[in-house]
């Protein structure tokens, strides 16, 4: 899953050196090395046409129609488990093979469990098509459970020797360490955030310095976004590790974007010098040097945040009384809350890269919320995971059940019409299906067609060639050679192609066949195909470019019940209740990255800043719960003007989410009407001692914010391209999954 990248990313991952033609060209090689060196012998040598055939099968499954990615030891790994998860869906495939139903039966739940096993990260999402082909094979007649070690054997030797192949066969350089674009961000973050202390300092010196430093840190942080990584290096796994890495990542965006904000209020003609303002983000910008100098030697800051601490705490204490003895306009008002927010997202990427360096969690007196993952276990930790997409509203289960319906219908086609090689039919289903129906009807005409191709050519080999196996045995090791490279760089009719050749050659060395066999072929694969996309017309046809638009609209509802819930916190002292808005936005950001990669979606609606508003409003809130504990209210009239003006912010964010769902882009001029409101209402309304001015600044601070972010959100579903919009933050597209 990919989003569209900034024009100019010096920090963005470049492909490997060769290109994707040499690349794909190495894995095909390995993949042909490792299939002949399994077949091979099994069937010439030890006269076994079963294990031979699974252990060409499980390299094809694992190494052709599987992404295994990461460094040269965690591909190993994935290699080995894979082989150990394999012989069981071989057994199972086995037992089930006894009639339709109960294959059938399996396929639903061992298709919804494998696809679905892709939450646990990118991984497993990359083998998952090779552990359904584990079960889909022998889950057809003949019912032979006396052959399962034959099978188990084969699936092993196959498994163990594209391992070797791997690791030995021009091998694939791993990613570059994480740690690394991590450093490269923090790096830049600080020295935006030194820039701008200078300018805080002194407004009247600010140059070009600032702007060219914000840019450098904005492209940093962009190279931060999930979708802007390779699959290897993204960290989606559920484990402490990953989600460390996660929130760094986040704190870091967020942390930059803050300071972006921070520098165009301060930038504008006619700003006083803030000094105090310039020390905090002093200590930020030390902050983040001191994280980059850490993940660059590979070990945790000794003592993470105390200088930090000291200096947010001393900030804390001394400008509620700097602004109640001068008038407080609405940019300085924004301009304390930003750096307040800065502060706390770099202590929180600073506790969160720790738990990827390897530290003991904090103590949790001292712990951000956020940063609960740092002292649970494993399996809580995938346990959450599990349950936070058991919902008819996570693309990761539609796709589950997609997969899952579309697998056994399938299975119950080729049953009941018994149709020769009927796994042909599972498994271009389980290729062809794609998320959403218009993704499918661009790809099922390609398809079909480079199969078609294939089997003219197939065909002709068979009648011309005969019974005479050794002439298939000399030629299928260079026919897999190109058939596997040309896929990857040709596209997917290529690729059907190849595999079409590759199937009949196999089968010729297996059994007695003629040129029927590719006629077999043709008619499995149109079936397979058609299913795949009937199936998808019916279970969640738009994928996720439909979900995400109700997701959006759900994550803002949520929103706006948070501002309300803070609001009331600040004006009454009332203690927060349990919000799921962390929970909607999670989702919100992978029904965004399924969207995509789905055709059509990119002349939508800029989801992104959507996502970024949103985002937004769960950074703010938690900043404040942090901040202002329950019980503490301002004096009557102040906290009623405050909650009046919080009361026009919340119903104008249900109205747009209401409009979203409908399908209607918000209402124009609302946030232009809700700015000069909450402005209008927020000029004299503060009073009281020095913590109600606190609160209250950091209120009417954030209600100036989600009036201009309005604003922001009405311009996401303006007609003109997304390239004319107002650069948001770069908070956005948060991965929610760390803040869970």
Not at 230 to 246: I, S, Y
Request: hydrophobic share 55%; glycine share 10%.
């Amino acid at each position: 899953m990919t989003a569209d990248a900034p024009a100019a990313d010096p920090h963005r991952v470049r492909p490997a050196a060769g290109g994707p033609a040499r690349n794909a060209l190495l894995r095909a090689l390995r993949v042909t090395v490792a299939g002949c060196l399994a077949f091979y012998p099994l069937r010439y040598g030890f006269d076994d046409s079963t294990a031979a055939l699974y252990g060409l099968f499980a390299v094809i499954a694992l190494g052709a129609l599987s992404e295994v990615t990461g460094t040269p030891a965690a591909r190993t790994r994935t290699y080995l488990a894979a082989v150990g998860v394999g012989a069981v869906l071989v057994t199972a495939g086995t037992l089930a093979a006894v009639n339709t139903v109960v294959a059938a039966a399996g396929m639903l739940v061992v298709g919804f469990v494998v696809a679905y096993a892709g939450v646990g990260g990118p991984r497993i999402v990359g083998i998952a098509n090779g552990l359904q082909l584990f079960y889909i094979l022998p889950c057809f007649p003949p019912f032979a459970p006396d052959t399962l070690d034959h099978r188990i054997a084969g699936l092993v030797v196959g498994g163990l020797l594209l391992t070797a192949a791997d690791r030995l066969l021009w091998p694939a350089p791993g990613p570059p360490p994480p740690a690394e674009r991590l450093a490269v961000a923090a790096e830049a973050i600080a020295a935006h955030a030194t820039a701008l202390r200078a300018v805080l300092r002194d407004p009247a010196a600010a140059t070009g310095a600032e702007e060219a430093a914000r840019e450098a840190a904005r492209n940093a942080a962009d190279a931060l976004r999930v979708a802007h990584q390779p699959l290897a290096q993204r960290p989606l796994g559920p484990g402490r590790r990953d989600r460390g890495l996660l929130a760094a990542h986040a704190a870091i965006r967020v942390a930059g974007g803050r300071l972006a904000d921070l520098g165009r209020v301060v930038g504008k003609p006619g700003r006083v010098p803030h000094p105090l303002t310039a020390d905090l983000v002093g200590a930020v910008a030390e902050t983040f040097a001191d994280l980059a100098a850490a993940l660059r030697a590979g070990r945790p800051i000794t003592v993470p945040t105390a200088d930090l601490d000291a200096v947010l705490e001393r900030y804390l204490a001394v400008r509620a009384r700097h602004f109640a003895e001068h008038i407080a306009p609405p940019d300085d008002l924004r301009l304390g809350l930003m750096a307040v927010a800065c502060a706390e997202e770099a202590r929180v990427a600073v506790l969160a890269a720790g738990a990827f360096l390897g530290a003991p969690p904090p103590d949790p007196a001292v712990m951000p919320p956020t940063l609960w993952f740092l002292r649970a276990g494993r399996a809580e930790l995938v346990w959450r995971r599990l349950l936070a997409h058991l919902t008819p509203r996570s693309v990761y289960l539609q796709n589950a059940m997609r997969v899952g319906l579309g697998l056994a219908t399938a299975r119950v086609i080729a049953g009941v019409f018994n149709l020769s090689h009927g796994f042909w039919v599972l498994l271009a289903t389980l290729g062809l299906m794609r998320t959403s129906v218009a993704a499918g009807r661009a790809v099922l005409p390609r398809a079909f067609a480079g199969t078609a191709a294939g089997a003219v050519i197939a065909a002709a080999l068979l009648i011309l060639v005969g019974d005479d196996t050794w002439i298939y045995a000399w030629a299928m090791p260079p026919v897999m050679l190109l058939g596997f490279a040309a896929g990857p760089v040709l596209g997917v009719a290529a690729g059907q192609a190849g595999l079409t050749i590759v199937v009949a050659m196999l089968f010729a060395q297996v059994a007695p066949t003629d040129w029927r066999l590719a006629e077999v072929r043709v008619a499995d694969v149109v079936i397979g195909g058609l299913v795949g996309l009937l199936i998808g017309a019916a279970v969640w046809p738009r994928g996720g470019g439909g979900e995400v638009r109700r997701a959006a609209a759900a994550a803002l509802q949520s929103g706006a019940a948070a501002v309300r819930d803070t609001i009331a916190l600040l004006a009454d002292g009332t203690p927060v209740p349990p919000s799921d808005l962390d929970r909607r936005s999670f989702l919100f950001d992978h029904a965004y990255a399924q969207s995509r990669t789905e055709p059509g979606e990119a002349s939508g609606p800029d989801w992104l800043m959507v996502l970024t508003i949103v985002h937004r409003i769960a950074v703010y809130a938690s900043v404040l719960r942090a901040q202002h504990p329950a019980g503490m209210a301002p004096p009557a009239e102040a906290a009623a003007a405050l909650r009046a003006a919080a009361a026009e912010v919340v119903a104008a964010y249900e109205a747009a989410a209401d409009e979203i769902e409908a399908g209607e882009p918000p209402a124009p001029d609302a946030g232009a009407a809700l700015r000069e409101s909450v402005n209008r209402a927020g000029s004299a309304a503060m009073d009281g001692s020095a913590e109600a001015l606190v609160r209250q600044l950091d209120g009417w601070a954030w209600l100036h914010s989600l009036a201009d972010d309005l604003g922001l959100l009405q311009h996401a579903f303006a007609p003109h391209p997304p390239t004319e919009a107002p650069r948001p933050p770069t908070s956005g597209s948060r991965p929610r999954s760390a803040r869970r």
